[in-house]
């Protein structure tokens, strides 16, 4: 059972920059895809960035390309959102996700089946 546990949230203004950590455990195979995903209040969840463990070809959404950054670091279990140029239309519950291998790892919800508790964003104008 792989677990998820996401930090890193807070209330940054416009502009400002923000970094969520997601540390997983419980890995029954030796690849996953991961993924960060956003919920703002009544709005559907929708995907934001998708990696698969040990790739360094990342998938991301139209709406974040060129200001946020997914990363990992294997070693640690940790994979990483890179917020910069943070806007007000970024608020949101953030949270990661993580699947087993197979096709092209995006971050689609239906795809996905192991999730983190979530951490809040909160951007102010």
């Known amino acids: 059972q792989v677990q998820l546990v996401e930090s890193g949230g807070g209330s940054v203004q416009a502009g400002g920059s923000l970094r969520l950590s997601c540390v997983a455990s419980?890995?029954?195979?030796?690849?996953?895809?991961m993924a960060w995903f956003r919920q703002a209040p009544g709005k559907e969840r929708e995907g934001v960035a998708a990696?698969?463990?040990?790739?360094?070809?990342?998938d991301y959404a139209d709406s974040v390309k060129g200001r946020f950054t997914i990363s990992q670091d294997n070693a640690k279990s940790t994979l990483y959102l890179q917020m910069n140029s943070l806007k007000p239309e970024d608020t949101a519950m953030y949270y990661c996700?993580?699947?087993?291998?197979?096709?092209?790892?995006?971050?689609?919800?239906?795809?996905?089946?192991?999730w983190g508790q979530g951490t809040q964003v909160t951007v102010s104008s």
């Open positions: 996700a993580a699947r087993g291998y197979g096709g092209r790892c995006r971050a689609r919800v239906p795809d996905f089946g192991y």
């Open positions: 419980g890995y029954t195979y030796s690849t996953y895809c």
């Open positions: 990696i698969y463990t040990g790739s360094d070809r990342p």
